[in-house]
């Protein structure tokens, strides 16, 4: 099966400093967290891995890639080999005809490569704000951005007439390399329930994003492909995305996962300001979102939670509890975190190098197969 790498580009030390809006000294420079995550990122292809997939933040210290479409193409001219992605390409926050000529740039820069596009729709309310997009308009802009992304990879020459956006005849100059590609490999992230249906009805693919448990995403995953059976269409088997952790000691490996992984869980309610139930409950289609923030999860409950299924411990560990993601959510493609949370780089190297090294051959073997029965022999042990 194909590997892949994403790293967050998150500054999470300076939350503090940037809730309060303080120009003062930052305790890690945002250079610094550019220079050192750009390192590890140069470490992909010659390590062996098989892809890079970026986040597309801006505004808060979450993730800080400066727009997914511009950080990847300078990963693409840094690179030669791998094949790159997006998890996700934030399609309200976009003007959809220059959004379409900057992913036709890069799908020329890879000369060949392979690109695909994750989609979503965001739920960073400060994000929407920096942008001037109301969210209540998210959903139709969504809808709307990609059916004008699709005409413009079917055809040279497209016009369109939506509640958002008129667009004249026009056409995307340079053309794209290889338009048919992008559009069969185009895959959805989601967080509610609500959009799942409309990702599987789309015909788009699936990209899972870490945010549940994957007996959670087992069931995601056979309740897509049964309404793809609906259209018609072949089922799809889905890019996971995982946090790791691989060390020689088990006890640094637990370490490192659990104590970082709560950093960047932190982050992201920071980030995405789940707490703010109200503002969730009153904004058009993201009422499901309120339910996040009622949780009151302690930090050792969050920890169980969200870093023990986790691919974490020694190299035999760490392939063992990928085994049985694969098995649980019929993975076609791994996207590895190795460093998230306030992880120093140097840690994040030395569990990235191993992991090269002793599991990445053991799952380029690895078939990766796909199971949608529903069958109580494939849950995934946290031990």
Known sequence: MKVGVNYPFGNDSDWDRYKAQSDGPQKVTDQQVLD???????????????????????????????????HLTYVAGRTSRIDLGTMVTVLPWYEPVQLAHQISVLDNVLKG????????????????????VAMDDARIRYNE??????????????????????????????????????????????ASPQSLPLAAN???GMLLTNQKSWAGYREDVIEFNRLRAEHGWDP???TVCVRAACFEDEAEAWDVMSRHNLESQHSSLNHYQLDDVARFAKTKGYEQYASFG??????????????????????????????RIQKMTGAGE??????????????????????????????????????????????????
């Open 113 to 132: 490569r392979g690109l695909t596009l994750g989609v979503g729709r965001g739920a960073a309310v400060r994000e929407f704000d920096g942008f001037r």
């Open 236 to 238: 799809v088997q889905p």
């Open 334 to 383: 791994f996207v590895l975190t190795f460093k998230f949370g306030n992880m120093p780089a140097e840690t994040a190297e030395r569990s990235k190098r191993l992991f090269a090294a002793t599991v990445l051959p053991r799952l380029h073997d690895l078939e990766a197969t796909l199971d949608l029965t529903d069958s109580d022999d494939l849950a995934v042990s946290p031990a």
């Open 294 to 323: 009622t949780s009151t999860l302690t930090d050792e409950e969050q920890t169980e939670t969200t870093a023990r299924p986790q691919a974490w411990g020694t190299p035999e560990q760490v392939f063992e509890r990928l085994r």
């Open 145 to 190: 951005t990609l059916d004008i992304l699709r005409l413009a990879l079917s055809q040279e020459w497209f016009e369109y007439q939506g509640e958002h956006f008129t667009i004249p005849r026009t056409s995307v100059r340079p053309k794209f390399r290889n338009p048919e590609r992008i559009l069969g490999s185009m895959k959805s992230g989601w």
């Open 202 to 204: 789309a015909g788009l």
């Open 36 to 70: 050192e995550q750009l390192a590890l990122v140069d470490l992909i292809e010659p390590l062996g891995f098989d892809s890079y997939w970026a986040i597309d933040h801006y505004i808060t210290p979450y993730g800080m890639t400066g727009g997914v479409l511009q």
